[in-house]
């Protein structure tokens, strides 16, 4: 399947958890597809790249490993994704990454995240952080800024500046979600 057979399957993919399901399916069976995708993804002016967006996140929420060839340009380019509906599978996958970095178990993302990816990771979450995104892309950001915040003496003070900055403007999910992560910050903070 060419780039544009893909961009005219992913025309198909819509809200339903069946699409992304049946397209994120199809594009890890056929791992040739993997750049293609994000070539796709990172057409960050087109509407398509929502699509894109969504499916490679059902990819990533059923196995976060398939991104290890792709981190490199995933990492580089999502700072670029701009559109409200691609911005929220693409701070989900940082969370994911995040939380698979961060785990017990070992696993090859332990292995496979640089520092330069973390860093990345961290500078788009800060940016979701700031900026006017919705509640979704903001609470992903928070729980992966916490959970590779260890590693960065600095990040940790950065992100309850932010969270105690912003609490009283922001919505009740905001609200709940930075509560719970400024108790966790308390909690390292006093250790």
């Known amino acids: 399947m060419t780039t544009a057979q893909l961009y005219n399957e992913l025309n198909y993919v819509n809200h339903s958890r069946e699409k ?10 056929n791992p040739d597809l993997f750049p293609k995708l994000l070539d796709i993804l990172f057409r960050v002016d087109d ?22 060839p792709y981190l490199d340009t995933f990492t580089a380019n999502m700072r670029q994704v701009h559109l409200d509906p691609a911005v929220r599978p693409v701070a989900k996958i940082c969370e994911l990454l995040a939380v698979a970095y961060t785990s017990k178990e070992n696993n090859k993302i332990k292995h496979a995240l640089t520092d330069k990816h973390k860093e990345r990771i961290i500078e788009t979450c800060f940016d979701y952080m700031i900026n006017d995104e919705k509640i979704a892309p903001k609470a992903y950001s928070m ?34 979600r930075a509560r719970h992560i400024l108790k966790k910050l308390k909690k390292v903070v006093i250790k």
């Open 47 to 68: 509407k398509i790249s929502v699509r894109a967006a969504w499916v490679f996140e059902y990819m990533c929420n059923q196995n976060i490993e398939v991104i290890i």
């Open 143 to 176: 729980n992966a800024l916490f959970l590779l915040g260890k590693d960065y003496d600095w990040v940790y003070p950065e992100l309850a500046l932010i969270l105690e900055r912003d609490f009283q403007m922001q919505s009740s999910g905001f609200k709940a």
């Open 20 to 29: 992304r399901l049946h397209y994120a399916n199809l594009i890890l069976a």
